[in-house]
T-cell receptor
Framework: AQSVTQLDSQVPVFEEAPVELRCNYS??????LFWYVQYPNQGLQLLLK??????LVKGINGFEAEFNKSQTSFHLRKPSVHISDTAEYFC??????????????FGTGTQLKVEL | DVKVTQSSRYLVKRTGEKVFLECVQD?????MFWYRQDPGLGLRLIYF???????EKGDIPEGYSVSREKKERFSLILESASTNQTSMYLC??????????????FGQGTRLTVV
């Protein structure tokens, strides 16, 4: 079975400060990892994804994430946040099932609140 | 522009009613998913499907069923709605790839209230 853990339910940070949102996963098969963002009253959109290759992945809006297989982590970082980054962030994992299909599982989300 | 469309944005139903939530995608994706989103609980997978007439239970399938008669359409059914099924329901689709195209695309959600 696969699962995703986001340990921080809320992360307050001042504008222009760096931020890290943590994500750990567990899976018995090869996985693909994603971060999605949900702005207030909007749908989910893809921020970045790790499929293979370089473990440092760059996404939209200056975000990046690093895949660490030994620690089963995929933490999201931004060196300097902006007030417009206030949103809920979801880590997700996709497993390719042997019987067919992809199972996409999400974490519980981290609410990032950027303050002036 | 890729699109996942959910039939209703807001829905109010009475306890015990049979409820259908419809989702249509225009990307010829094999995978389709139904989630419910609740504050503090994130997105929880109810059911998913990777082919017509195929369905797999997610993490919280109790009280729900699904139907996939056509590739582009995935329906979520609440056989007898209860107040604890009041939630935001999200549909998503993705292709059955092993690379870049495993990204999931989401509908705008249906906010269901059961009274």
């Amino acid at each position: 079975a696969q699962s995703v853990t986001q340990l921080d339910s809320q992360v307050p940070v001042f504008e222009e400060a760096p931020v890290e949102l943590r994500c750990n996963y567990s899976s018995s098969v090869s996985v693909y990892l994603f971060w999605y963002v949900q702005y207030p009253n909007q749908g989910l959109q893809l921020l970045l994804k790790y499929l293979s290759g370089s473990t440092l992945v760059k996404g939209i809006n200056g975000f990046e994430a690093e895949f660490n297989k030994s620690q089963t982590s995929f933490h999201l970082r931004k060196p300097s946040v902006h007030i417009s980054d206030t949103a809920e962030y979801f880590c997700a994992v996709t497993s390719i099932l042997t019987g067919g299909g992809n199972k996409l599982t999400f974490g519980t989300g981290t609410q990032l609140k950027v303050e002036l | 522009d890729v699109k996942v469309t959910q039939s209703s944005r807001y829905l109010v139903k009475r306890t015990g009613e049979k409820v259908f939530l419809e989702c249509v995608q225009d990307m010829d994706h094999e995978n389709m998913f139904w989630y419910r989103q609740d504050p503090g609980l994130g997105l929880r997978l109810i059911y998913f499907s990777y082919d017509v007439k195929m369905k797999e239970k997610g993490d919280i399938p109790e009280g729900y069923s699904v139907s996939r008669e056509k590739k582009e359409r995935f329906s979520l059914i609440l056989e007898s709605a209860s107040t604890n099924q009041t939630s935001m329901y999200l549909c998503a689709s993705s292709s059955l790839g092993q690379g870049w195209d495993t990204e999931a695309f989401f509908g705008q959600g249906t906010r269901l209230t059961v009274v």
